[in-house]
């Protein structure tokens, strides 16, 4: 939800800036700018549409001069996506040019107090604001430092910003409060960007800066200071992936290449927590469950649907109702929640908005909350008691595939964990679940070797223009995140539905030639199934199944099959959401969508 960079040092900013934006597109990608210092004076760049029309105005980055700037790529909130509301935006005298990801919320009654102070405001945004206020506090104190400090203390919502002064060569300032931003430590140079992506090629040494923290950044020196202007000493931390893993690696897109990676990521998330056997996760205490009566789990979009996947096993394991919740929903409900309460959050980013809400509801109540996360530093990260971080290294395509599939098995080990401590299970099924475990990723990869058709079948059915999901119990589950997966980026209209449910109103959309997609891997659950297979088919539908491998049954009903390989019934939501996301994509290949960036959608969800 927008991507903010800078750059202090000896290099030209302007290719430096373009570069980590390009990094950060998936952020959104509707409109950019930079900004750069050279000689006293700040000259900008700014077009509308992806970066690569960025690039073109500037000749990648050759015509604007200087060694300290600051880039933005926009997905918009506030006013539409032109060149004019486009970031960077500056001051009235031209001395100041800001960056900003998030939202302020007192934008409204800001912009009439400086209207009335005779600032005057060129583009529809809130961000607009900040800079005229620096503007204001730089020509009160002549100090930029104070001047950017008090401009943050005016602003309500959330904020990652990034600024300049013609007035002070060579410095960038960064500022946060709710949004991600972090400072990047080079020799001779520094950085800060929205994530690591935008600056792996250049450092892996990363200061996170915390909510109400900013930073004085030259080339040779990051000072960070608290709201009250007090220096702070930061710890560097040392990034765990390389360049490669932000790259596609000769792949033609990132999601491709994260299906592709998934076997990688489980291993990353499942083996170091295996020792001798035994489940062990870092900072959780023997007794963790001692006095929990429910859990919730609670999450945005796909790791909403992973929690939905991952409830099964914790429930059926633990013996403990699970409830599952939206977090944008949970937050404005007057929840039963206490401290006899596990909240469980899942969220890829670590920074969506209403998740964090509803980790702070929470924890309000009174309950423990335990967050499923993948970048490590996130504002969920820092909020929760405790962490499950799923090593799914940097998740780049707007849509998920290897961060969901590493959060569901991150929920079953959780699960297996659970249940041991609580004495919920004999030794051997604890050690038949553990094998189960261990040998995720290799099935997770026998499922993309067993789907070799799946181009085909795209080339068959891409100009289906709504289509169904079907499935029971963890079925359905992935039947939900198998939809969702469909329509962001073939943007195909497609719903999924419990099997049992379609009779009960939905079924009057079936009709000659829909295509039904239903997943019927839940063995116990296969007879019923194939009765609703039955009853789509006998109103002319198409019915592509996804089965287990060696189910021949489905052929007498099914027009084409998908295959998964046999496994631990609870676990089979990481395993059978790989043909369905293969699927996805090729849908969209076949309909020349702009698969990692699709329309309207951005990666982190900062917003509510
Ligand atoms: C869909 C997708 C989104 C995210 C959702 C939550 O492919 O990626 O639905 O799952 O926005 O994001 P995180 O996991 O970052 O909290």
Known sequence: MCGIVGYTGAQSAAPILLAGLKNL?????????????????????????????????????????????????????HGAPTDTNAHPHLSNDGKFAVVHNGIIENYMALREELMEEGFVFASETDTEVIVHLLDLYFKATGDCKLAVMKAASRLEGSYALGVICAERPGRVYAVKEASPLILGVGIGENFFASDVTALIAHTKNIIYLDDGEFAEITPDRITVYDCAGTPKK??????????????????????????????????????????????????????????IEKIVISACGSAYYAGCAG??????????????????????????IDEHTLLIVISQSG????????????????????????????????????????????????????GYTTQVAALNMFAVYAAERLGRISPERYAALVEALRSMPERVQRAIDLNKNIPELAKRYHDNQSLFFIGRNIDYAICLEGSLKLKEISYLHSEAYAAGELKHGTIALIEEGRLVISVACHEALFDKMMSNI????????????????????????????????????????????????????????????????PKNLAKSVTVE
């Open 311 to 336: 409830r099964y096993a914790i429930e059926e394991l633990c013996r403990i109702p699970v409830e599952t919740e939206l977090a944008s929903e949970l937050r404005y409900r007057n929840p039963l």
């Open 351 to 402: 920074e969506t908005a209403d998740t964090i809400a509803a980790v702070r509801e929470c924890k309000a109540r009174g309950a423990k909350t335990l967050a499923i996360v993948n970048v490590v530093g996130s504002t969920i990260a820092k909020l929760a008691d405790n962490v499950i971080y799923t090593w799914a290294g940097p998740e780049i395509a707007v849509a998920t595939t290897k």
């Open 234 to 291: 930061k710890p560097i931390f040392r990034v765990a992936w390389d360049i490669e893993a932000a790259e596609k690696g000769g792949y033609e897109h990132f999601m491709l290449k994260e299906i592709m990676e998934q076997p990688r990521a489980l291993k990353a998330t499942i083996e170091p927590r295996i020792k001798d056997g035994r489940i062990a996760f870092e900072g959780l205490p023997d007794d963790y469950l001692a006095g």
């Open 534 to 597: 039955k009853e789509v088919k006998a109103r002319g539908a198409k019915v592509l199944a996804v089965v287990l491998e060696g189910n021949r049954r489905i052929f007498s009903e099914a027009d084409d099959v998908l295959f998964v390989p046999v496994g631990e019934p609870l676990f089979m939501a990481a395993i059978e959401i790989v043909p369905l996301q293969l699927f996805a994509y090729h849908m969209a290949r076949e309909n020349g969508c702009d698969i990692d960036k």
């Open 25 to 77: 597109e998936y952020r959104g990608y509707d409109s950019a700018g930079i900004a750069v210092l050279d000689k006293g004076a700040i000259s900008m760049a700014k077009a509308s549409g992806q970066i690569k029309n960025l690039c073109q105005k500037t000749n990648d980055g050759a015509e604007l001069h200087g060694s300290a700037g600051i880039g933005h790529t926009r997905w918009a909130t």
